[in-house]
């Protein structure tokens, strides 16, 4: 399987506490492409203030429904890797 065939098979987004923002006082959470490490969405506590989990996933996808996200992109912008959201 060439490089190309490899980037097509859906790899799971990984969702991350990525650190603290002091000028807003939020944490910071990312979904996160699995290969290439971009930071596909950026959200923080904010945007998921309802969640009623303290897990980066559960929050993003809570945050989903609360902030109407449509039409997640399926690839990576940065290195064409297919995405699987779930």
């Known amino acids: 399987m060439n490089r190309w065939e490899k980037k097509q098979l859906p790899q799971k987004v990984t969702y991350e506490d990525v650190g603290y923002d002091q000028y807003r006082s939020v944490n910071v959470y990312a979904c996160i492409c699995p290969s290439c490490g971009l930071h596909i969405i950026e959200f923080n506590d ?30 990576c912008n940065r290195c064409g890797q297919r995405l699987d959201w779930d």
């Open 46 to 75: 904010d945007d998921v203030e309802n969640s009623k989990s303290d897990e980066p996933k559960e929050m993003f996808h809570d945050c989903l429904i609360h902030h109407d996200y449509r039409g997640l992109n399926n690839f």
